[in-house]
């Protein structure tokens, strides 16, 4: 019964969607020229989506077990069960968005050692030696990629607050 | 003419700088190809940002290289871990890991390492010779056709989705949309940026393909936080010498097998959706089903090996033909492909191999030297293989994602393009949890504009709905969609034994032939005269049977 109230959810999720992007389509402008407005494409392409949809909803409704998602959840119930089960991804986007959000203040380098260092140490712990070794992984990882599209790519990757006056 | 290609793709090639490029790339495709969790289509999409700065011609030979080192590294994992390293060498740890533990490790791998090479050299024949003639065939699309192809495209891959059929299309169709957002490419007027100047470019290509495919991979990989600090194998050292003799007698003695196999594979390959997980195990059920002993299949033979590991080599050679010849990847990891030769402002199409033919033929090139090179580096990439394998899946996991972000604000140095990944990451992620394929919708992101375009075109020639059922090629494509769209259908309610099945097949062959027919010439007149007496045996034999599919099934 869970899944099948899931896959409804998301169901209804992308019907909402699909009228977001429906109305959203109203504000592309259509230029006097060509004979394929520039929004009828997405409108053909959203009407199929919420016909799409709208069977993916009934058959989530009817039980269809065609549209139940396989596999058992083996968390436990609650928020806390939840953020348990997820707990790496949801450290791997948190990390993330804090490294593209800090990029201009920290630059490529900085940045993605602190990255790559801070989720090694939040995935695999921070026993023993491990700090140690996360901090010569991430120093040596990133760094080479760092030198080879600096110096062997000539990308001009950001530098940050800090090694900007260098 | 062809002589005079390959010798400018040759020369344009032979060079240390290139080789140690497609060396490079095979090394790194066949660790990548070894460790269960990375596909494929990540070493190849993660490729991408190194190749940017290179000229074409190299850029695409390091990601052919890295391609065709994926394609044969599973192999090692799946015969010494009974692990499969990619889904196209599920097939092979069905006889290669018994053999292993029966005590022939070396045996086991030579055998798997020769004929990823026969497949891939069969492959590579193939791709030279009938991608310059299905580029001729392509020549005669028009835009009608075009669009009834990548409709088909899309059709066939949400299909292979199989039972989830209903959610690969709704991830075609976001795929589709995902492509609109942006300055349109015919007129340039903004879609969807919803007033903000960053989605006013649309998203960058291949920062959703890498967000998509490898950051929410990357995501699924660490997931469970038990098996993220576990390594691929606690066995220490895995000492194996692969044994080239007796590996290749054991192979010349089965040659069919590894023709049949690497048949399989590229005919797979040339189906738009259809990669080397379908074809390596399509080619072991073969082998089984053609075998004298059948019986033994799954204990540690030859036979078990050679297929799946011919095929899903050989699969390549049909994507990259298809690719090359017309345009339409056959599969993500040739949708990469597609990006890389965009990202080189390089269209491919019907007239890529007349307008193109250096880097057409550097292409072919790369995949001949890469399968040679794939042979000389198995052995030393072994023993890399073994320490990989003892890198804790977390760590291999931080330091991608720390390069994710590098190589995607490499491609065009505007940090959206790492939103956009983080973005496209979540999104991945969250689909395939909730059984979602991705396949479509990169194919739908890849295929969405040339969609598009042509429609475009068509409409701009004739505001008539009327040629996409009148034009030959387009009605040959919108044919074969409707029925590739209801194959999963007819796969269950066959199960059931219902009565519309026993038709299924033979109104496919009477309704392909009628596009056939309006082909005109004479091949494929005869071909179509051909399709319909197959159609009508079949519905001769369901008839004699009492319209029961009895005697199919016992073959099946």
């Known amino acids: 019964m869970e899944r099948l109230n899931r896959d409804a959810v998301i169901a209804i999720t992308l019907l909402l969607f699909c009228g977001v992007f429906f109305w959203a389509s109203f504000d592309i402008r259509t230029p006097n020229y060509g004979v394929l407005a520039p929004s009828t494409w997405p409108r053909v392409i959203i009407g199929v989506l919420t ?116 | 003419m062809v002589i005079d290609n390959i010798l400018a793709a040759i020369d344009v090639l032979a060079n240390t700088h290139a080789f140690l490029l497609m060396a490079v790339g095979v090394a790194g495709g066949l660790i990548a190809g070894a460790i269960p ?21 190299l850029g695409l030979a390091t990601m052919v290289s890295v391609l065709v080192g994926g394609l044969s590294g599973g192999l090692m994992a799946g015969i010494l871990t009974g692990i499969p390293g990619t889904p196209s060498s599920v097939a092979t740890t069905f006889d290669g890991f018994p053999m292993a533990r029966n005590g022939e490790p070396g045996l086991a791998l030579g055998i798997g390492v020769w004929s990823s090479f026969c497949g891939g050299i069969i492959s590579a024949v193939l791709l030279m010779t009938l991608a310059p003639q299905l580029a001729q065939i392509g020549l005669e699309f028009n835009p009608w056709g075009y669009f009834m192809l990548v409709i088909f495209a899309l059709t066939i891959t949400a299909s292979l989705a199989g039972k989830n059929m209903i959610k690969g299309l709704i991830a075609g169709a976001l ?67 692969i044994e080239h003799r007796r590996a290749i007698a054991a192979i010349l003695k089965r040659w069919q097998i590894v023709i049949r196999s690497s048949l399989i594979g590229v005919f797979t390959g040339i189906l738009p959706g259809a990669g080397g997980s379908i074809a390596n195990i399509l080619a072991y059920d073969q082998a089984k089903k053609a075998s004298k002993y059948p019986e033994k299949f799954g204990t540690g033979i030859a036979d078990g090996i050679i297929a799946p590991e011919s095929s899903n080599n050989a699969v390549e050679g049909g994507a990259l033909m298809i690719l090359m010849a017309l345009g339409i990847p056959g599969d ?63 760590v291999l996991a931080s330091i991608i994602l720390g390069f994710c972000g590098i190589g995607v604000f490499a491609l065009q140095n505007v940090t959206f393009d790492i939103w956009t990944l983080l973005w496209f990451g979540v999104l991945g992620f969250t689909m ?49 969609a409707v029925f590739s769209a209801f194959f999963p259908l007819f796969q269950g309610h066959r199960e059931k034994k219902k ?58």
């Open chain 1, 51 to 166: 016909f799409l949809s709208l069977i993916y909803l009934v058959q989530s409704l009817r039980g269809n077990p065609e549209t139940v998602t396989a596999g058992k959840s083996d968390r436990e119930p609650g928020i806390r069960g939840w953020v348990d089960h997820w707990r790496n991804p949801l450290w791997c986007f948190g990390l993330f968005f804090a490294y593209v959000a800090l990029l201009p203040v920290l630059g490529m380098l900085i940045d993605g050692i602190a990255f790559v260092y801070v989720l090694m140490g939040v995935l695999g712990g921070w026993d023993g030696k491990k700090p140690l070794v996360h901090a010569y992984v991430s120093v040596l990882a990133i760094g080479s990629m760092w030198s080879l599209f600096t110096f062997g790519l000539d990308v001009i990757l950001p530098t940050g607050m800090f090694m900007d006056p260098f």
């Open chain 2, 37 to 57: 969790g990375f596909t494929i289509a990540m070493a190849v999409v993660l490729t991408l940002p190194f190749t940017f700065g290179m000229s074409p011609h």
């Open chain 2, 175 to 241: 795929g589709l949309l995902i492509r609109t957002v942006g300055e349109d490419e015919a007129a340039g007027m903004a879609r969807f940026d919803f007033g903000t100047d960053a989605l006013l470019g649309g998203f960058d290509f291949i920062a959703v393909l890498i967000g998509l495919f490898a950051f929410s991979q990357l995501l699924n990989d660490v997931r469970d936080p038990e098996t993220a600090k576990k390594s691929l194998t606690q066995q220490g050292n895995i000492r194996v010498k």
């Open chain 2, 332 to 394: 993500v990891t040739a949708a990469i492909m597609l990006g890389a030769l965009l990202m080189h402002d390089v269209v491919p199409g019907p007239s890529f191999i007349n307008d193109e033919p250096v880097l057409a033929y550097s292409i072919f090139i790369s995949f001949f030297i890469a399968t040679f090179m794939m042979l000389g580096l198995q052995s030393v990439m072994l023993k890399v293989f073994v320490r990989v394998t003892r890198v804790p899946m977390y």
């Open chain 2, 432 to 480: 395939r949890h909730f059984g979602f394929p991705l396949a479509p919708m990169i194919l739908g992101v890849v295929l969405g504009n040339i969609a598009e375009l042509n429609l475009a075109r068509a409409l701009a020639i004739t505001t008539d709905l009327t040629p996409f059922v009148t034009r030959p090629w387009s009605l040959f494509f919108m044919i074969i």
């Open chain 2, 499 to 556: 009565a519309w099945t026993l038709f299924y097949l033979p109104l496919a062959c009477f309704a392909i032939a009628l596009p056939l027919f309006m082909m005109g010439g004479t091949f494929r007149p005869v071909l179509a005269t051909i399709v319909i007496g197959f159609g009508a045996y079949q519905l001769w034999r369901r008839r004699q049977n009492g319209w029961r599919f009895e005697a199919e099934e016992k073959t099946i």
